[in-house]
């Protein structure tokens, strides 16, 4: 628009041919389509807080410091899924998934940093709240899809999401001639762990100590704690939520109702207490068939109660798979 008064300007004060205002008035627009088209490769809200309003105004190396809560989500047996497609309906299935994706992501004030194939990356300057609505939201879109994939004899989609908050590094990395912008640090990486895990917990959604500390209404969000972990390449433990809500409503109905009797037996577990931790999860179970936390601490506390618990338990368990 800018330009476009410029144009317009100079055509007031200095008299110019018609010929040559439709010239520039074309480039001027160019230059705007290219505006846009840039923003749909590098995000906006990236370039602003790097302090830039445009890419031309981006160098190698630019940084910021800043806290953040950041999303990780993926497709479960993505590589099944596409196994046997062509390559046209595999780009048309993961662009359907994506599209249902997206707008929970940016109605919660976020911004979407990276696709890597099926998988998003998400970052959230704002409150954590915003992350944890989001991870909601994409719950909710993806019963959506499924039902619209379920009209069309298609596979239900599973996913898994992962949210940690914490300080990370924003900037422009890259060599001489290619440059692109990312994020570093130690909160990314627990994020993208703590999204695997929810393969280990059977869950959908799993959030960090960090992330559930720094909401603002923790209250008005279903959690329970699941585990207290040292992930894979980490050494400092670390208390994993699951995020009840967004789930199936049977599924979510079943494990509130038994939410408190979980919270018990983890107590126990944590205590070291194994027989009555196992009796709890046992309970948890069978009134929730489909919860395999509940499940993985039966298995686990049979085996302490075989084995015998550690001299030196903390209730903290390392994991050995990223």
């Known amino acids: 628009i800018d330009g476009l008064k410029s144009g317009a300007n100079d055509y007031l ?10 010239a520039r008035l074309k480039t001027h627009l160019e230059n705007a389509r290219m505006s846009v088209a840039a923003g749909r490769f590098v995000p906006r809200e990236f370039l602003k807080i790097l302090g830039h309003s445009s890419l031309l ?7 910021m410091e800043k806290e953040m809560s950041i999303l990780f989500s993926d497709i479960r047996s993505f590589t099944t899924l596409v196994e046997g497609r062509t390559p046209q309906q595999n780009f048309a299935f993961i662009n359907e998934y994506l ?8 109605r919660n004030h976020g911004f979407i940093d990276s696709y890597e194939g099926d998988a998003i990356m998400a970052l959230f300057e704002g409150k ?8 909601i939201g994409d719950l909710q879109a993806l019963t959506e899809l499924n039902i619209v994939r379920s009209g069309r004899g298609d596979r239900e989609l599973k996913i898994g999401i992962g949210v940690n908050t914490g300080r990370l590094m924003l900037g422009t990395i890259g060599g001489l001639d290619r440059i692109k912008c990312g994020v570093i640090g130690d909160p990314v990486n627990l994020a993208a762990r703590i999204e695997t895990m929810t393969k280990f917990y ?3 959604f799993l959030i960090s100590e960090h992330t559930y500390a720094a909401l603002r209404e923790p209250d008005a969000i279903a959690t329970r ?17 699951e995020v009840l809500d ?12 038994a939410r408190d009797a979980f919270d018990e037996a983890w107590s126990l577990f944590q205590q070291g207490t194994m027989d009555h931790a196992l009796a709890r999860f046992e309970t948890v179970a069978a009134a929730v068939p489909e919860d395999t936390a509940a499940k993985l601490y039966v298995d686990r506390c049979q085996t302490y109660l075989r084995d015998g618990v550690p001299a030196d338990w903390t209730g903290v368990v390392t994991l050995q798979e990223k």
Do not use: F
Request: glycine fraction near 10%; proline fraction near 8%; charge should be negative.
């Open 99 to 106: 599209g249902h994706m997206e707008p929970p992501i940016l």
């Open 246 to 257: 967004g789930l199936p409503d049977d599924e979510r109905g079943r494990k509130l109702e």
């Open 202 to 204: 059977g869950a959908s």
């Open 225 to 241: 704690a699941v585990d207290r972990v040292i992930a894979k390449g980490k050494t400092k433990p670390v208390t994993v939520y």
């Open 128 to 135: 954590a709240d915003d992350a944890v609505a989001a991870g």
């Open 13 to 22: 004060t200095k008299p110019i041919s018609k010929n040559e205002l439709l």
């Open 57 to 63: 105004d981006v160098s190698r190396g630019d940084h």
